[in-house]
Nanobody, 120 residues
Framework: QVQLVESGGGLVQPGGSLRLSCAAS????????MGWYRQAPGKPRELVAT???????NYADSVRDRFTISIDLGKNTVYLQMNSLEPEDTAVYYC??????????????WGQGTQVTVSS
């Protein structure tokens, strides 16, 4: 059973920084993509950033110059370094993984979400 465990969310002032982490538990065979999505109140869930193990990344235009995604394959963990945070970044952030565990087919997995609030 694969589970994604998120941490690092919280309250931060505008201009501040947070680092989110998401560790995939279970026996992971192949990671294809890991990433982060977010959902603000009253808005649909949107892509924030994704990365392949080889370092190919994709960012939402709104975060491209402020956020950095990275994957530590040794820990099966994806990180999201968020700098210059803005109130518009306030949302529940969800970790996502496209991966295959031993004995299973390739599948998508989601974390439970971690709240990021940017406010004075």
């Amino acid at each position: 059973q694969v589970q994604l465990v998120e941490s690092g969310g919280g309250l931060v002032q505008p201009g501040g920084s947070l680092r989110l982490s998401c560790a995939a538990s279970g026996t992971i065979a192949v990671i294809y993509v890991m990433g982060w999505y977010r959902q603000a109140p009253g808005k649909p869930r949107e892509l924030v950033a994704t990365s392949t193990p080889g370092g190919r990344t994709n960012y939402a235009d709104s975060v491209r110059d402020r956020f950095t995604i990275s994957i530590d394959l040794g820990k099966n963990t994806v990180y999201l370094q968020m700098n210059s945070l803005e109130p518009e970044d306030t949302a529940v952030y969800y970790c996502h993984a496209d991966l295959r565990a031993w004995g299973t087919s390739r599948n998508d997995y989601w974390g439970q979400g971690t709240q990021v609030t940017v406010s004075s």
